[in-house]
Structures are given as C-alpha cells and as structure tokens.
C-alpha cells in the first residue's frame, strides 16, 4: 500500500535518484512491513528463515542493512564490493523499461572499497544469513583478479555467512572471462585453498557461491558445473544480469548498454537453472535469480531447480510486499509438493 502510493513519485524521478531515495524509505517500509511466514531451508550449511533473498547490487555499499532485513528477506547479498574504492561508470548509468518491466544498468561496480564496507557491515546486528558480492577493481588485469577475491574474502570472512564471487557483471571490462574454463579452475583452486586456511585461522566455515551469466551456452555450462564440484564451491547462483537486448527491441532505453534484469531476463535465467539442476547432484544449492515479479515467478524458479531465490528489479515494480508474497506462495508451492 505503501509503495502503491509512493511509486508513481518514485518513477518520476532519474532511476538513480529514485533507487537512493527508496533506500532512505526503506526503513518506514520496514516498519509498515507484515513479515512474512517462516519457511525454513537449510542449504550451503546454513539455516534460512525462508528461501526468498535480496540480489547483490541494491546495497553495494552495506549501509541499510537492518532496514533490508527488517523487510523479512530470508537473506541478504550485500555488495558487489571491489578491495579498492572506485566510482563506477558516469550517470546516467541505470534506465527503467516499464513496458518489459525491466532496468538496463551499468553502474560498474562501484564500491567504497572493501574497508570502509567491512566498517559499515561490522555495525549491523545480524538478522538473517547475510552474503556478499565480491567482484575485482576495474583497473586490476584478469592475471592479478584472483587477488582482488582473495584480498575482500579475507577481509569478510569474520562478518558473513556466504561469499559469492561475481565472475558475471557485465559492466566490468573482461569480467565475464573470468568464466573461462582454464580461468576459472584457477581463481577457484586460489579462492579454495585460502578458505581452508581462514576456517583453521576463525575455526568456522563461510559458504562459497559462484554468481554465472545467462548468457552462456550448454558447453560453458558444463565446464562451470565440473568446476564448481572440483572447488568444492558450495552454491551457484543463476544468473547475473544479461547482455542480449532481444527482448527490449524497439522499446526507449532498449539500446543502452550494460546489463538487463527483470520480467525479460525471467526465461533465460530459468534455463541456466534446469541445465544446472540437470548436471549437479541432487540437492547441490542453486540459488535462482533474474526476472521474479511474483510468487508465481518465484515458484517456478523452485520448479526449475532452484532451491532459493533472489529478487532486484521485482522490488522497484512491485515493492517490498513482493517479499512476503514470494515467501507465502513458496511455503504453499513446497507445502504442496511434500
Ligand atoms: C542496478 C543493479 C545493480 C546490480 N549490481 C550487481 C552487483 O554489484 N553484483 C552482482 O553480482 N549483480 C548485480 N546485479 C544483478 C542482480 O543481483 C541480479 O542478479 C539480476 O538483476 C537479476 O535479478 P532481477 O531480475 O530480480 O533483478 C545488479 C542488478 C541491478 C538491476
């Protein structure tokens, strides 16, 4: 009712403005919000009050996180946060496509940096499993980005349940290589081992996800599920955002470059998840995003193999209710099914 009313003045606004703004609001819809039903999900080794889950990139810089949680998200991916501060893209750098209920960004990771991110996530209290989206600095070369990782996982591992390693964005020059077979084996064999080292070091376990494009044939698919088995990485996370424009043709804003979420990203992003779902052993965690806008949405990502799912773009059309409509209608779709 809230957001009913305070959309159309959101809307008005540049995205970007309207993005910071519905920030600062979060916290009143926190406080009008009717959280939702537990619905319990154990996977990757933790426990989740319900499988539904914020998608990185709306709290880059971890500064609302009691406000997210207080909206009765099951879990929160904060970030993508870079090691060293940087500013992204110039604005504009996010466009609205109302007519395909779908946003082209191209923010290009900007991060305060990993410091001053880890200063803002120490002053949260905890209140659901809380991740975050790490990806390299713009201007660090693909032969040195295994050190970025290391470098924020280092730095998180303290405060966070699960680290999700961004090999996807579009908006970094280079990043989506890093999905490259050979590339690949390595920066995971890299991130694997220093895993090992900080669970001796802190005595406990911070899960590992690999956050995929859908913009990525059956063969390429292939090779990540391998790799994802021999890293022992304990979840993948489908998908990022998309390059392809077939959907948004003709529409304003359809040509800007960056990546596209929402309604029109729904069926691409449901593919790579049943080819997963197809490769990996049952009951491996693949956490389903791109294009959720309902509980119907959210139930046939669960249908397509998912085992949690993440929401971005459904929040800017649909509000925070969105929340608890995808929680209730999973609990009923998973009620139904035992
Ligand atoms: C404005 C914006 C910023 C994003 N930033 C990130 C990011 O920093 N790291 C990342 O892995 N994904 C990022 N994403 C991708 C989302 O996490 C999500 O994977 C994608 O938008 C698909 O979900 P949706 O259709 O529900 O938005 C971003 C998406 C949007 C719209």
Redesign the pocket.
């Known amino acids: 009712m809230f957001y009913a009313l305070a959309r159309p003045l959101l809307f008005a606004l540049e995205p970007e403005t309207a993005h910071a703004l519905a920030l600062k609001l979060s916290g009143v819809s926190a406080l009008l919000a009717s959280r939702p039903p537990a619905c319990p999900v154990r996977a990757m080794g933790l426990d989740f009050l319900n499988p539904v889950g914020l ?4 709290d ?1 810089q971890a500064e609302h996180v009691d406000a997210l949680a207080a909206l009765g998200f099951g879990f929160l ?1 904060l ?2 946060v870079t090691p060293r501060p940087q500013p992204g893209n110039p604005r504009p750098r ?1 466009f609205r496509l109302p007519e395909a209920r779908g ?1 082209i ?1 191209r ?1 290009g ?1 900007n991060s305060v940096g990993i410091d001053a991110f880890v200063a803002n996530l120490a002053r949260c209290r905890k209140r659901c499993v809380l991740g975050v ?1 790490i ?1 390299k600095n713009k201007d660090t070369p693909n032969e040195g980005a295994a050190d970025d990782y290391l470098r924020c996982l280092e730095a998180l591992y303290p405060h966070v349940d699960y680290v ?1 390693l ?1 090999v ?2 579009p908006n970094t020059p280079g990043l989506r290589d890093l999905q490259d077979a050979g590339t690949l084996a390595a920066l995971l064999a890299a991130i694997r081992r220093r895993r090992e080292i900080l669970r001796d070091k802190h005595g406990r376990n911070v899960a590992l996800a690999l ?1 995929i494009a859908p913009d990525l044939d059956d063969d390429q698919i292939d090779a990540i599920a391998q790799k994802l088995e021999a890293h022992r990485i304990d979840a993948v ?1 489908a ?3 998309t390059v392809s424009r077939e959907a948004v043709m003709g529409m304003r804003h359809g040509k800007e470059s960056g ?1 596209l ?2 309604a029109p ?1 729904r069926e691409m ?1 449901n593919r790579v998840i049943r080819a997963l779902r197809a490769r990996m052993p049952a009951g491996y965690p693949i956490i389903g ?4 806008m309902s509980g119907a949405d959210a139930c046939a990502k669960i249908d397509a193999g998912a085992t949690l799912v ?5 929040l800017v059309y649909r509000g925070p209710a969105l929340v608890r409509e995808c929680a209730l209608a999973l609990r009923a779709h998973c009620a139904g099914k035992r």
């Open positions: 998608a990185a990139g709306l880059k991916e970030g993508g996010m946003i960004n923010f990771l989206n990806g999700s961004n996807s964005s956050k996370i998908t990022n955002t990546g979420s929402g990203l992003s995003a791109g294009g959720v993440q929401v971005y773009t459904g």
